[in-house]
């Protein structure tokens, strides 16, 4: 059976392209930097591209391309381009379409190096960059130049939680010439598919949902078509962002239990989240399972569930949320967000810092806003971590 035919949870199990010559059941760690020609004319045709055959593990690496393939497949893409880190992936991206003069749209909230790299690197480059909500199509039109060269979106926001209508932004991206490039980290490919509506690159921060696990630091970009893919490829090889096969094992390994992960934690944090919403101390709970989130129907057509990252504010502010992070005992007080254990941090202080006060305010990341990633525990557990740690508030 074609591994393009089985449903999402099989190819999660026996997706990806790999054979391995001795019949190894899992995929091997080819750790080596270097692979041996069979002759002077076979090295040549390596390098022609008249001959798959591989060469240095910069460019390709069967571990690697294990997992690239089985993304790709996972996102319905052409083809995965696997990286160091999610950050790997967001320069890749920005590297392949943004040249001297060029100009991105980008939603506000994104991932706070996301936009700081933009700012205080690209610049330098005569890089041009506007933030804008990007869930306002109105805005997003309003923000387009005839230089624009990329409409980078990531949705959910970061940490704000919203939604952006993808289908949307891709017409009218499309109808001006311009690719969409989205930050899918938030969702993992089990809970939303963005190349499936028309946009053209999806990247993701393995670190997070994909690997699960809190372990491994890795990113991945999977192009909607060759000629993108070929592009993307490139720059990553040139610049040297490449991913490492010990890195690219523990992910295909972690993957593995994407579906059942995500399960679990969507369900914790619509519990957790309506539990913080009748909460007296508790002055608004973003989450897009939520009715009261201002997307709920947009988030129910476009993702295939709300996830696991929710974003509050106590009704204290900033001091009532520090008293919350600093007595939860079965959270972990830490950033990054995805993994089988739940974390709290604040944006304002860590993530985010980086991020300009005035783009802070535009972006709706408030001094107050606690931002809460729902691990696979017991919820019970985690309901009495939260009412107890409420309670010294
Ligand atoms: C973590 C993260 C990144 C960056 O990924 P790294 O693996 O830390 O380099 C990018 N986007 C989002 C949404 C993230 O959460």
Known sequence: MDSKDLSFNSKLIHGGDFKDALGSATVPIYQTSTFIFDSADHGAACFSGESD??????????????LESQIALLENGFGGIATSSGMGAVNTVYLTLLGQGAHVVSSAAVYGPSRVVLEQQYTRFGVESTFVNTADIEEVKKAIRPNTKLLFIETPSNPTMDITDLKACGDLAHSLGIPVAVDNTFSSPYLQRPLDLGVDIVFHSMTKFINGHADVVAGIIVAKDEAM???????????????????????????????????RSQENAMKLAQYLEQHPKVSWVRYPGLLSHPQYELAKKQMNGPGSMISFELKGGLTAGKVL????????????????????????SMTHSKVSADGKEKAGITDGLV???????????????????????
Request: aromatic share 6%.
């Open 53 to 66: 055959g591989y060469i240095y593990t910069r460019i390709a690496n069967p571990t690697i391309k294990a």
């Open 229 to 263: 893919y070929k592009r993307l490829r490139s720059t990553m090889i040139n610049f040297g962002c490449n991913m490492d096969p010990h890195q690219a094992y523990l992910v295909i390994r972690g993957l593995k239990t994407l579906g059942i992960r995500m399960d």
């Open 325 to 348: 992070m600093d007595n939860v005992k079965v959270a972990i007080l830490a950033v990054s967000l995805g993994g089988v254990e739940t974390l709290i941090q604040h944006p304002a």
């Open 371 to 393: 931002r809460y990633s729902v691990g696979i525990e017991d919820v019970n557990d985690l309901l009495a971590d939260l009412k107890q740690a409420l309670e010294k508030v």
